[in-house]
């Protein structure tokens, strides 16, 4: 119920637009209530039935008195609504009296298929405003989580949640609200109608009501249920897809084309298993109900027909007319009310799903009153660091260092040692577990975000640019800021000469993930977007491991430029880097197990020269 409540919270900013479509709403089903109501009089103008017959109440049958009264009740009021119907159309000759009928008609079509519109119209209005609410919540949700959210999920789930569970959610809405007020306001009038007529009568179909309404409770149960299973089948859909499209290169290097398509094609059968379950029930769910509802109307016109036959008299031609009418006009919206039912449950499925996103726990939070610190003057200090990713799995452990400003830092370490994870720390994409980071004395947990990440210039070995200009992407991150600095940017990186050689320069699209450029080439981009930031902290991971010599030396080139007059902290392949550093951290299995100059090091004959012949021996 909570969930229910939640989700339509959102819709009340929009009070006015759903007032509006509320309204029409009823307003549409009190015309279409009307018309039928009409009938009655009008066959009785047709055949000229001049005072409607009273309905014969036979004494001595054994009504006891308080029945009587609820006949005579409901005969009154039946009267009295005929009366006015009659009054509205009334003319001076049958003819005329027929005109007026059909002009009230054609009135109240018009009314009602005018309400009809306003409703249908105002109601999309409000949907798309909720997709669109819900779409930028998650979005917003997302770009405040941390790394590790999207790294322990598969993109496709993640994406899901944005596009197919929005839209089954907002489909329940428009069903839960729309159809909701028309479809029972038409109930209870059609229900109305058929009491005044004959209460006797109904009462028979109330009989028949409690099955159908047990077995809409049944069906919207195990929809939920199915609902669930098949839209986590279509993120499983959507995760091969985009993995199979992102990686297209190494699938294709690999001749895993096949390998893909099993994959693939498993996870679309499986979406069409799960479907096909939900759509067994979903679709059997109406043709139940409507046999059921015929079955109610039939065992009345049997009971009704009987009546007339017998000539006992409890209904009038018109009336019964009208109450068959009625009747079987009650199908539809009793249906779709169980149709609303199973949309709701499915919905609120994809709703919790959407709140369980919008619930998750922010690790990287900020502080209230988060102090900003507009420079970085005299150190950095990780203070007795632990961290880790899993509980149990320690990645790094009581790692303590410093790094003066203007200084030099480079860590080595085998692969998986934990030198990427000990960097990211610094712009706080994760929290340390145990101790604290610290720059200029303050806990990166106190510094608002932007004023930390502001600092810092990161290159990492994998480049990420956006699908846009090279242009846009060197300025990424800088508002409005001037062409010429982007240029020289640029030239300070290496990259403006091959930049100009492209047909569209500095205009020219990278293509999707940057894939139209060279690994080189992209780093370089990386580098003059770093040196456009002018960050006073420089992280560099690996930045030029995975480039052939010549590029290394223009990156290299680059990167020395970049680096002058700053603070940099390297994860270090290059031996010139780690020769030129001010000091050498040797991390191992999360610990660091060594500190000092190349020489010292070198001296020392651990770890590092062990390392230092393996890995750098041939750079020298
Ligand atoms: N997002 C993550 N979730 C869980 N474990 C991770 C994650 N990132 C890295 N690890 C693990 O943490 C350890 C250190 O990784 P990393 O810092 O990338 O090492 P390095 O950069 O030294 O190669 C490795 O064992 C790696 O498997
Ligand atoms: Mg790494």
Redesign the pocket.
């Known amino acids: 119920m909570n969930l229910y409540r939640r989700t339509f919270s959102v819709l009340v900013p929009f009070w006015k637009q759903l007032s509006v479509a509320s309204l029409s709403a009823a307003l549409h089903a009190l015309l279409s209530g009307l018309l039928i109501w009409m009938v009655g009089p009008l066959l009785n103008t047709l055949f000229q039935v001049n005072s409607p017959l009273s309905p014969t109440i036979i004494p001595g049958q054994g009504s006891p008195q308080p029945l009587q009264q609820l006949n005579t009740g409901f005969d009154s009021i039946k009267e009295s609504m005929k009366g006015w119907i009659d009054q509205l159309a009334a003319g001076s000759s049958r003819q005329d009296t027929l005109i007026n009928f059909c002009i009230l008609i054609l009135a109240v079509v018009l009314l009602k298929n005018l309400f009809l519109y306003l409703q249908g119209f105002y109601m999309a209005y409000v949907q798309q405003a909720v997709v669109r609410h819900f779409r930028n919540t998650l979005f917003d949700k997302y770009l405040r989580l941390s ?2 959210y999207f ?2 999920r598969r993109t496709g789930h993640v994406m899901s949640r944005v596009t197919n569970d929005v839209v089954v959610l907002n489909e329940s809405i428009d069903l839960g609200f729309n159809r909701l007020i028309t479809d029972s306001l038409f109930t209870i009038m059609l229900f109305g109608f058929l009491l005044i007529l004959s209460w006797k009568l109904t009462l028979l179909a109330m009989i028949v009501l409690p099955v159908i309404f047990g077995f809409i409770w049944f069906i919207g149960r195990k929809l939920r249920k199915y609902s669930e299973r098949s839209q986590e089948r279509m993120a499983d859909v959507t995760s091969v897809l985009e993995e199979s499209v992102n990686n297209a290169r190494i699938v294709k290097a690999f001749s895993m084309e096949t390998f893909e398509r099993s994959k693939f094609f498993k996870a679309t059968q499986n979406y069409f298993k799960a479907l096909l379950r939900m759509t067994r029930i979903r679709h059997l769910a109406s043709p139940i109900n409507d046999t059921l509802a015929t079955v109610a109307g039939v065992i009345i016109l049997l009971f009704a027909g009987s009546q007339i036959v017998a000539g006992s008299g409890e209904l009038s031609a018109a009336d019964f007319m009208t109450y068959i009418l009625a009747m079987f006009s009650l199908i539809k919206p009793v249906k779709d009310l169980s149709q609303i039912h199973i949309k709701l449950q499915e919905g609120m499925a994809a709703a919790e799903r959407v709140f369980e996103v919008i619930d998750t726990p922010e690790k990287i939070i900020e502080r209230p009153n988060a102090a900003t610190l507009d420079s970085f003057t005299s150190v950095i200090r990780y203070e007795s660091v632990s961290f ?3 509980p149990g ?1 320690p ?2 452990q009581d790692i303590s260092f410093e790094v003066r400003r203007g200084e030099i830092v480079a ?1 080595v ?12 720390l610094l712009p706080r994409f994760y929290d340390p577990l145990l101790g604290r980071v610290t720059i200029d004395g303050h806990d990166l947990r106190d510094l608002s975000l932007a004023s930390l990440r502001g600092l810092l210039g990161i290159v990492t070995q994998e480049t990420i640019l956006f699908n846009d200009s090279i242009q846009n992407n060197i300025a990424y991150g800088m508002n409005g800021v001037a062409p010429e600095k982007v240029i020289d940017a640029a030239r300070a990186a290496n990259a403006h000469d091959f930049i100009t050689q492209f047909e569209h320069g500095y205009q020219t699209q990278v293509g999707n993930r940057g894939v139209m450029l060279s690994g080189g080439q992209r780093q370089r981009i990386a580098i003059a977007r770093a040196l456009l930031k002018d960050p006073q902290i420089l992280i560099f ?2 930045a030029t491991s995975s480039l052939d010599t010549e590029s290394e030396m223009l990156v290299q080139q680059a990167i020395d430029r970049l680096m002058a007059n700053r603070t940099t902290l390297v ?1 270090a392949h290059r031996l010139s880097t780690i020769k030129n550093a001010d000091r050498i951290l040797v ?1 191992e299995n ?1 610990r660091i197990v060594e500190g000092g100059t190349h020489e010292q090091l070198l001296a020392n004959g651990r770890t590092y020269s062990r390392l230092y012949e393996m890995q750098f021996r041939g750079d020298a």
């Open positions: 790394l590790d790294q322990s880790s990713y899993n799995e990645v790094l860590v370490g085998p692969s998986g040692a934990g030198k990427s994870t000990l960097f990211d991971d690996e994860i991390l999360g």
